[in-house]
Each structure stands twice: as structure tokens, then as C-alpha cells.
């Protein structure tokens, strides 16, 4: 079995920062894709950003150029600074990840976190 396990979330001004991080850990034998996907009260779970092992990135047109994703392949964690915070970005943070496991080889799933709240205040 495999597990995301966020943490970073919390409470901060419009314009300030937070850094999410989440880490994959048990059965893993690759990691093929990471990102971060968020949903505001009474709204769809959408995407933020997504980054392969080779570090190929995709961003939601909303948080280019204020939001980086970065990956650390060796401790299979992903990461999400988010910079020049709007009250708009508040959201339940998740994690989700493409993993083929040992206990799966040659088939790839789909995980998700349990979430981490963002809260930014006017």
C-alpha cells in the first residue's frame, strides 16, 4: 500500500507565503507523476500544479508565476511554494501521485492525500 502525507497547510495574510510538503511512502517502486490539486467550499477539486520525475511542470493558469512545484525524487516527497498569496487560494491542498508499487509491478495507481486546508485573510 501507498500513502501521501501532506503537511504546511495554515493560516496566512494575503501576500505571504506557505510551503506545502508531500510524502509518498510504503510499497514504491517508481513514482511517475506528482501534483497538487485544490477545492474551495461548495467548488470542484481542481488542478494547481503537476511535475514529473524528470521535472516537467504544469500549472494552473490562476497561480503562474506565484506558485513553484518541485520534486525530490529521492525522498519521493513533492513540494508546493506558494508566493503572493490571494484570498482566492483558499482551499483543502491535496497530493496525488501516479505509483507503480512492488506489491503491483507493471500497473500504475492513482493515490491522493488527505488534504491540507490553506486559509488566506484579507
Known amino acids: 500500500q501507498v500513502q501521501l502525507v501532506e503537511s504546511g497547510g495554515g493560516l496566512v495574510q494575503a501576500g505571504g507565503s506557505l510551503r506545502l510538503s508531500c510524502a509518498a511512502s510504503?510499497?514504491?517502486?517508481?513514482?511517475?507523476?506528482m501534483g497538487w490539486y485544490r477545492q474551495a467550499p461548495g467548488e470542484q477539486r481542481e488542478l494547481v500544479a503537476t511535475i514529473t520525475i524528470s521535472s516537467s511542470t504544469n500549472y494552473a493558469d490562476s497561480v503562474k508565476g506565484r506558485f513553484t512545484i518541485s520534486i525530490d525524487n529521492a525522498k519521493n516527497t513533492v513540494y508546493l511554494q506558494m508566493n503572493s498569496l490571494k484570498p482566492e487560494d483558499t482551499a483543502v491542498y491535496y497530493c496525488?501521485?501516479?505509483?507503480?508499487?512492488?506489491?503491483?509491478?507493471?500497473?500504475?495507481?492513482?493515490?491522493w492525500g488527505q488534504g491540507a486546508q490553506v486559509t488566506v485573510s484579507s
Open positions: 510504503g510499497s514504491i517502486f517508481n513514482i511517475y507523476h
Open positions: 496525488n501521485a501516479d505509483v507503480e508499487s512492488y506489491t503491483r509491478l507493471g500497473t500504475t495507481r492513482n493515490y
